[in-house]
């Protein structure tokens, strides 16, 4: 678990302090994946956006979505 905290806490504020945290649920959000009362992404999701991210070659997006899949042990 302390091997976990090493890298999540800094990932966590980076991302906090780029702007970017929530970021990748915006965009899931706009494709309608989080549409009614659905409040948090599965790895189903997940899996939808990294496929959508290697077949329309989005870098930022396909980055995005592994490190939520990481942060969520989604394989």
Do not use: F, H, Y
């Amino acid at each position: 678990m302390a091997q976990v905290e090493k890298w999540m806490g800094p990932a966590r504020e980076r991302m906090e302090r780029k702007g970017t945290a929530g970021s990748l649920r915006e965009i899931a959000r706009r494709r309608g994946m989080l549409a009614g009362k659905k409040e948090n992404l599965t790895c189903g999701d997940i899996a939808s956006l990294k496929a959508s991210a290697k077949r329309s070659g989005d870098t930022k997006l396909m980055r995005k979505a592994t490190m939520a899949g990481n942060m969520m042990k989604c394989k």
